[in-house]
């Protein structure tokens, strides 16, 4: 080796050191930012403490405001599960040969089954243990995986985010902590972090621009609403850049499929599917398109291949999840989707859907959005007209899934949120950099990607999303009034009552009910069973949840006349939910 190529391989080296260095910088940071903006958050919505309920409820979705129901594990431990593994395997075959006889509904097993879970419930009061058990991986019921499987077939989504939520609740059993939705939603958006920064370099070769466009991302409203969200939007938004950057692997090397490179775009696939039905929309969008542009190529080989690979993915996930063919076709939220596509305000909902975009991204700002539309078009006509084809066709690749995602999304979500399109915001913060950078240098005749080059472009990517997380209200934090946490110091140990409408609402305040010593889950039509309890209620301290779709003063009047009540005074507007929280004062 000679000394010039000694140099030239001394300055690789020290090149890729502080391209590492750089790229751990700026991980610190946006790391700090995540567990700033995650030290503030306080509550939860609603499908939050779902995530922890259906991940954890030991073969449980749903609490009830009965005696606690015969469940799939109870009938497992009865009719499968023996003293040894002989006669366990015995068991199993047993049922399995009576399924194959006797079809399913016919068979003795099927049948023990429905007796077993027709058995009468009795309406009950909770203790705090039974809720904490519902959101903890209680001990002795750690990694059971199959009672996260049990309790989402219930739900509307695949599994894979409740497991791993199941997970991070079995390492620290009957804990509840933000930290565990944290820990995963760090683990995926810091990974996305990183798979942005892969993606951007290999497709522009330089890493000034994986940086600026990594930390425009990371420092975006859109970026940290995610983090502090704990549902399965930060995870889905790591399997779709996942599932873009095996995409622009076999772009580039002209669609060689090799084993690395199959198993990378099948496993994103899966995986995506199995953390939400919303990935097809943009799966089916990016598959369409590369498939047009592999036919305009005329690359048959690469069409087949392409083809088996994305057969082989849907196989599997079907059979991971055979659910999904019903939840997607057939439940009420296909039925809602297709309902809001029928009669729904599409030009209303698009315009929401560009609200949130603005918000996340562009700082707020109406005329930021409107200049990176305009600077996105603009590079497009111009890289066009240089001749610059293949640019231009990864371009569309890569925005036009976007666009349309977000258009269909807007059509079929069942809220304006901007859960349901946050996985496109890398993409749209990566377009609108790639774009302003290209104009920069046409302005300034730059032949080369350069820091000199991209500094400035990427520097006002950078402060747009540094305003906007100072300027735009962070929308998960849910701040828990001071009045709130007083009145649950004040009445801890005390009776609850949750008087609902619809059953769903109670999960809000799961959390109060583990300051209470005992809490009744109360469907409205069972008041009698209420009143027959007073006796036992009289002189002590009894708090009264009233859901808000209810008549309270028709309630605290009956509560009076029925329990010899003095008066039920309203305490706080503030429950944090769906009801309001009075005191039955005897």
Known sequence: MTETNENLCKKGKLHVKQEAVIFAALFLVISLVAVYFTTQKQGYELDELYSFGYANGSYMPLMEGTTQEYTLKNFIDEYVFADSFGKTVNNFLAGVQDIFQNGIKESNLYKEYKRAMLCEKELAWHDAEYFRNYITAEPGAQFEYLSVYNNMYYDNHPPFYLMLIHTMSSLFPGQFSKYMGFAINYLALMGSCAMLYALVKRLSGSAFMAQGIMLTYGLSTGFTASMTFYRMYGVLT??????????????????????????????????????????????ALLAFFTLVLQVVQKNTKAIKQYLLTGFCAGVISFIIWPFSIWRILFSYRSYDALEQLKTGDHWLRLQEYSAIVRDNVFAGSNFLLVLAVAAIITAFVLAYRQGKKKTVAIGLLMLLPVILDIFIISNVAPY???????????????????????????????????????????????????????????????????????????????????????WSKYTQNVLDFLHYDETLLLEIENMDYLYSQAADLQGQDVLLYIDRELDYQEITALIKQNMHAADVELLSTDAGGYADIYHICW
């Open 238 to 283: 790591f399997f779709t850049l996942w599932f873009v950057y095996a995409h622009v692997c076999l772009l580039q090397s002209d669609w060689v499929f090799t084993p690395k490179r199959v198993i990378a775009l099948g496993a994103s696939a899966i995986l995506g599917f199995y953390t939400h039905y919303y990935f097809i929309v943009f799966a």
């Open 416 to 502: 304006s949120r901007e859960r349901y399109i946050a996985n496109t915001f890398p993409f749209i913060v990566a377009g609108v950099a790639f774009a302003v950078t290209y104009l920069f240098q046409l302005v300034t005749k730059a032949t080369k990607i350069t820091l000199k080059n991209v500094i400035i472009p990427l520097a006002v990517c950078v402060g747009v999303s540094a305003v906007g997380l100072i300027t735009v209200p962070q929308e998960h934090l849910y701040p828990v009034s001071a009045a709130k946490q007083e009145l649950l110091q004040k009445y801890e140990g005390s009776k609850c009552i949750f008087a609902y409408k619809k």
